[in-house]
């Protein structure tokens, strides 16, 4: 079992003295590397197959080449052959054509990138001074730069210090960075690139493109304009610093770990990473990914500025996927792409997105010249755009289906047929009783089969069905075809080259963090506090047993639930993240992304007990089992065991959800939504693609908070979002370029003693806080580590001479700092009113090492509770007379103990609660955690 305790940090001395103890080609074929095989698992089918990745290309079909040229002419739409002829100006792409946006000087420099070291361009000591103030304001205005500016003058006039207009331009010569204007409609209908490049107005409103306050006879002025910042310079920045090229090297030398693996073992244990998915192991097979091409992401979201007032807007953003996951997401690395003004939604997206896409499908043609510094040459590098992310609304602009409303409602395609009420489909997998609606009255679906064996490929399956779609004569047959096919126009994406992309839809891959963390959280709730819309003639949530928190007679449960989980705060460390708020004050008011996730996933469990008890408590199993789903799902390394079982319980969940809420009234199919087909492709996916959590929406969404909270215009917030966006891409190419700019990596630390690391190369380490000098040990802690002592001389055998525990002492340490990023805290450094960070995970073997750390255990967990709650409730107490000592590299994580009631009244219990994304416990009768691997468990708590 997986411990779980509150530490006390302690090094033991004698006599207060220290003790310390301190590149091969993808394409190598070896055609006996692996077998082919298939695992089969209950509900889906496992995707990997190890021959292919090991470097034998795969038996299955390549993605069909759609014929471009051909379904243009044989369209007859004209919104479709407006569609058309975009994709085919993506399709002919070239740097040197009418729409790239880059004049010669720009041109010049993409394709013959700098060799020289960027100490060499930073040698003017004014200019370095004038963009480490500049780098350094951050968010402040450009008046602050002015104003510093002139203060510094005054007192150093030999200086000269770059104006504000000076320095920008200087930084974008030195980075490369690109911003391509184009104008726009002002009501954001579409943008004038590609085919509407002359349009002189608006196809869609007839709004005039110019402006009749600021245009002449000579020059004329459009209305708006959006930016779009050019994706090369940006990469080749990333490759000037020798640190940096050296840590993008990740993903190649990861794969061929991958790849030795495999040829070893003819299997993959773990999903670990996009890496371990077979899409793309498979691409790699067939040499469509090499070792110095770059694979990329496309993530495109929307975001309100303002929440007082109608002001939305679109961002894209590119994630360079080269570098760990530890990296890759930092703002250094992700690249802004795009924004598209509001505040009305565009009608023509692929207008906005159509510079950025061909500037990306220039250079995946043409490949991208980088000076790599750590191998300190040219190289030349095919982009390969791997994943294209959005939700689900945003997703239709980008893949062409018809959206979560449609009969073909699945956004990957996987060919499931929604169930008509009203004029929306619903996922109902059981058909209604007394249900006769054409097109919705299919036999039910069985889950355990759905995606088994899946008979065609989406992609093949795609090419098929748009042909439907493109030989439509007119609107009214469209409309029929498109509800049949799912297919509402082609994608912008048809326009890449067949060998850097996926395929369509291959390329679409899920987004976890709205399916997860918004859309299944919030309709539970609506459920569970009686807010689902209902037929009035035919139900009320009076008669719902599952609306616990419904009406007056539950307004006491439900304020109580709600403080409760206001009350949880205390106990979840700081690392956790943002802690939920009282749901029943702020459920109205936006609760966020993560507050959703953390509470129904990792506090659901234990405070949703007591509020569905007796015979409601079916419902509560219900939830666990998908608990118990998603916090696999959410986690960063996935074992295919653990991929299996969540699977199972996600099937489970919604069979008995469809039992239980729904039960087969037409009345109630609203309550079947989308996002529930969504998760019985949760575990499929993991296996084409790897964890989803490594590549969902959340980084988009912390850009936008990051951009929006920098806006210091609100007159004019899309002009001054665009400014910000540009400025992040600057001053990230330049702190890749030079590292010495970016201030946080060049805060200096005072040198440690030996004793202050406790395993360097694992990545343990004390921080400052401890005892200024070492302290004799207490009775209680003598007998814990003469019981400690004893089991190591047990397990290995007397290797030293005995050591007398009368002179002893122990200097306490405050705090550790895990492997994982989380720091630990002891006891005695940690405050009452702060958040408890001293309940930690362990595992426990019996190794030779110090230093050490003195717990007190929790009890094993409440088998029959754990049982009940499919795993999810690990109802414990802490046994306070209990003193032991562990190594303390063995902490896995920290962790938060909760306190709940159930009907054992001898203890005060508290419920494990773990962060979302971290490998969770899994509790075996023999007392053993199945995530460990051959050593003792246990769990423990010190003084």
Known sequence: MSGILQEHLGTIHEENEFSSDEESDWLGQDNNAGQDSQGHQQGFTAQTNPGDAAGEPPDRPEPPIIDISRLADATSLDELKLTWKFIEAIRDASLDDEHSGLNKDQLRRLRNPSVNKVEEELSDPDLRASLDLYISLGNSSGETYTVVRDIWMRRHPEDKILSLDEVKKRAMEITGIQEVAHDMCPNSCCAYTGPLKNAQSCPHCKTSRWDPNKSTAKKKVARQKFHTILLGPQIQALYRDPGGAKAMEYRHSLTEAIRNELKATGDINFQQDFLSGSAYLEACAKGHIKEDDMTLMFSIDGAQLYESKQSDCWIYIWVIMENSPDKRYKKRYVLPGGFIP??????????????????????????????????????????????????????????????????????????????????????????????????????????????????????????????????????????????????????????????????????????????????????????????????????????????????????????????????????????????????????????????????????????????????????????????????????????????????????????????????????????????????????????????????????????????????????????????????????????????????????????????????SATGFEFLAGKDKRPKKLKQEYVEALESFLSKQTNSTGPTTQPVSLDNLSMRRHGRLKLPNGQVARSRFTESSASRVTRNVKVIISIINSTPLAFVTPYSEPDIALLEDSYNTLWSVYLEDEKLEVIEASKIQSVVAMVPHQTTDTSHQRYFLVEKPTFRVSSFRQDGSDENSSGSDQGSERAE
């Not at 090419?463 to 007119?474: D, P, S, T």
Request: proline share 7%; hydrophobic share 35%; glycine share 8%.
């Open 342 to 759: 509001g505040p009305e939604k565009p009608k023509n997206v692929d207008s906005f997105l159509f510079p950025g896409i061909h500037h990306l499908a220039a250079i995946q043609k043409e490949g991208l010249k980088i000076w790599n510094a750590h191998k300190q040459k040219l190289v030349i590098s095919y982009l390969f755009l791997l994943i294209v992310n959005a939700d689900g609304p945003g997703m239709t602009y980008l893949n062409g289906l018809v959206g979560h409303q449609g009969k073909m409602c699945c956004r990957l395609f996987c060919g499931y047929t929604g169930r008509l009420k009203g004029s929306h489909y619903y996922t109902a997998n059981l058909r209604p009783l007394a249900y006769d609606r054409p097109g919705s009255n299919h036999i039910d679906v069985d889950l355990r089969r759905l995606h088994q064996g899946d008979k065609i490929a989406p992609s093949v399956r795609y090419a098929e069905e748009l042909e439907k779609v493109i030989r439509c004569r007119n609107e009214t047959q469209f409309e029929r075809v498109r509800l049949e096919t799912g297919i509402s126009k082609p994608s912008l994406f048809i326009g890449l080259s067949p060998n850097r992309i996926l395929g369509i839809p291959e390329s679409f891959f899920m987004d976890l963090m709205h399916l997860g963390a918004l859309n299944n959280p919030t309709l539970m709730m609506e459920l569970f506090t009686g807010r689902m819309p209902y037929d009035k003639a035919r139900d009320h949530p009076c008669t719902w047993p599952w609306a616990v928190f419904w009406g007056k007679d539950n307004e006491e449960r439900w304020e109580q639930h709600g403080k409760a989980v206001a009350d949880a705060r205390h106990y979840l460390p700081s690392s956790f993240g943002r802690p939920p708020r009282n749901i029943q004050k702020k459920i109205n008011s936006g609760y966020k992304a993560w507050e959703w996730q953390m509470y129904l996933y990792a506090l659901g469990p234990g405070l949703l007990y007591d509020c569905f008890p007796g015979p409601l408590r079916i419902y509560w199993r219900n939830l666990c089992k998908l608990i118990y789903g998603m916090r696999i799902a959410l986690q960063y390394v996935i074992s295919k065991e653990e991929c299996e079982k969540g699977h199972v319980a996600i099937v489970e969940f919604l069979e008995e959800f469809e039992e239980l809420y729904y039960q087969r009234m037409s009345h109630r199919i609203h309550f079947c939504r989308p996002c529930l087909h969504g998760l019985t492709h949760i575990f499929p996916e993991t296996d084409r693609c790897g964890p989803l959590g490594c590549f969902s929406q959340w980084v988009l969404e912390r850009l936008i908070g990051d951009l929006t909270s920098e806006i210091r215009q609100p007159s004019n917030p899309y002009q001054n979002l665009s400014q910000r966006g540009i400025r992040r891409a600057v001053v990230n190419a330049l702190q890749s370029m030079y590292p010495p700019f970016d201030r946080r990596t060049q805060t200096s630390r005072p040198e440690l003693p030996p004793t202050q690391i406790v395993e």
